[in-house]
């Protein structure tokens, strides 16, 4: 059973940044790809990036192309997501998501980043 625990939210200033982290527990055999995704307050869960488990394919939604990275260390099972000039429309709970290249069927339990002067 693949488990997801993510860490690195909090509180920044507009034009900020964050790196968040997602660990992942030793059951990666079934892991195709990586990704990240947010829901803000009242708001849908919507895809933020999502990176292969080999690192070879990246992919961004357009909102945070330019200023967020996804990478990923197979060494340390973790997943990263570095924001970088960051808005008070990144508000929201970003959750790591891990799949097998059908369906992200394994989610941690998100991390709280609020962008706020």
């Known amino acids: 059973q693949v488990q997801l625990v993510e860490s690195g939210g909090g509180l920044v200033q507009p034009g900020g940044s964050l790196r968040l982290s997602c660990a992942i527990s030793d059951s990666t055999f079934s892991i195709n790809t990586m990704g990240w995704f947010r829901q803000a307050p009242g708001k849908e869960r919507r895809f933020v990036a999502d990176i292969t488990w080999n690192g070879r394919y990246i992919n961004y939604a357009s909102s945070v192309n330019g200023r967020f990275t996804i990478s990923i260390d197979n060494a340390k099972n973790t997943v990263y997501l570095q924001m970088n000039s960051l808005k008070p429309e990144d508000t929201a709970v970003y959750y790591c998501?891990?799949?097998?290249?059908?369906?992200?069927?394994?989610w941690g339990r998100g991390a709280q980043v609020t962008v706020s002067s």
């Open positions: 998501a891990a799949s097998d290249g059908q369906s992200y069927d394994h």
